[in-house]
């Protein structure tokens, strides 16, 4: 049962990426276009440092899959691609294998593939501090994702119906598991409510996984059989809008959900993330094209993501926050009502002190 559906995730969320693509909220982002802003590339440093953790470049592949045989395969595959470019990744949740150990491998693949790599493991926030730790030993994880997907278990006609015990449990599993915890939505976005609440848990990360990219609403109705919840489209909170909430929450904030392409990827950095996930668009790419063409396409985006922060003039991903950027259109309504002013972003860059070293920005 878990595998089929993990079979069934798969094929949908590629549906969906084959889809001609369209706008989303990261269109709302742009740079105010500074001529004279440019640095040198030689000068440019991808590196990024948040919550304990450094990552040589600002990119990662998200959460996907695992607990069946085809998606060992893919995440064999997934996991030579991080290697072979040196980003961080993430299993799927592994609740498959606590439901049957026989498919460990199809999870442990990733390690094996990708010994010295950054490698995460993923559970859900039901999951016992046990299991969290199994999950940690089976993939000797750099760090663990437990993920939030309550309206993923709304649509999904076997899902969950509880979720009063999830907060809890993440204090627990905190407390209980040695390396950092980051939690993650599955594309529905993180509130300024919800990572400060994760701050006063104790969970090092928050990773927003917004709306825009991959949609799991859409992926739970179209395995239903009656009882059509299509009307949830457009459920949540896209990965700008949850960057631009989160200022000043007290935790690193990671970028996910919609991100589909090297700007978007540096809109992210300016709004505040510290590194930028990819789940939907990279399997795509993996399923069509193999593992060549995601490396091809990962070191792609590294390259064009060191240009564009070479033109802008950001030396790090942490400097591209004093960028000066302006929001539009529905994400600028957004940001009226939740307060959230968008003229000191659009002219941040002045408030930039070269000789004291003073950043007005919003990290
Ligand atoms: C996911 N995602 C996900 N997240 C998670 O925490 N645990 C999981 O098991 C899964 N499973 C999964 C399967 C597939 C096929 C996809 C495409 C995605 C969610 C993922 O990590 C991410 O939050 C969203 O997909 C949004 O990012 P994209 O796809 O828009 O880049």
């Not at 980003?87 to 010994?115: K, Q």
């Not at 926050?321 to 972003?345: E, K, N, P, Q, S």
Request: hydrophobic share 40%; proline share 3%.
């Amino acid at each position: 049962m878990i595998a089929e559906r993990k079979d069934d995730h798969v094929r949908f969320a590629a549906e969906q990426q084959r889809r001609p693509g369209g706008h989303n909220q990261f269109d709302e982002v742009s740079f105010v276009h500074h001529a004279l802003a440019g640095t040198d590339r030689a000068d440019v440093s991808p590196v990024t440092r948040f919550g304990g953790i450094e990552w040589q470049v600002p990119l990662y592949v998200n959460a996907m899959t695992g607990g069946s045989e085809r998606t060992g395969a893919i995440n064999r595959d997934l996991a030579i691609a991080a290697r072979e470019t040196g980003v961080a990744i993430a299993t799927g949740s592994m609740s498959a294998y606590f439901a049957d150990e026989s498919v460990a491998d199809t999870f442990s693949v990733m390690r094996r593939e990708n010994p010295d790599g950054f490698v995460m493991a993923n559970i859900n926030a039901n999951a016992s501090v046990d299991k969290a730790r199994r999950a940690v030993d089976l993939l000797r994880a750099d760090a663990l994702q437990i993920h939030l997907n309550v309206i993923q278990e709304t649509v999904m006609p076997e899902g969950d119906r509880s979720f009063a015990a999830w907060g809890p449990q993440i204090e627990k599993i905190v407390a209980g598991v040695d390396v950092p915890v980051i939690v993650k939505e599955v594309g529905f976005g993180l509130s300024r409510e919800t990572v400060t609440l994760l701050r006063d848990m104790g969970v090092r990360v928050a990773d927003v996984a917004g709306r825009g990219g991959t949609d799991f609403a859409r992926i739970e109705n179209d395995r239903r059989k009656h009882g059509d919840y299509a009307y949830l489209d457009g459920w949540g909170q896209s990965a700008p809008a949850c960057l631009l909430d989160a200022q000043g929450a007290g935790i690193p904030v990671l970028a996910s959900g919609g991100v589909r392409n090297p700007l978007d990827v540096v809109r992210a950095l300016a709004l505040g993330a510290a590194a930028v996930g990819v789940s939907g668009g990279f399997l795509r790419t993996v399923l069509d094209g193999g593992v060549s063409a995601l490396v091809r396409q990962i070191t792609d985006w590294l390259d064009h993501v060191r240009a564009l922060m070479t033109a802008l003039g950001a030396r790090t991903p942490a400097e591209l926050t004093r960028c000066d950027v302006l929001v539009h259109g529905d994400l600028r309504a957004f940001c009226a009502d939740r307060g959230i002013d968008t003229r000191r972003l659009a002219t941040r860059s002045s408030s930039y002190d070269t000789t004291h070293e003073t950043v007005e920005g919003i990290r």
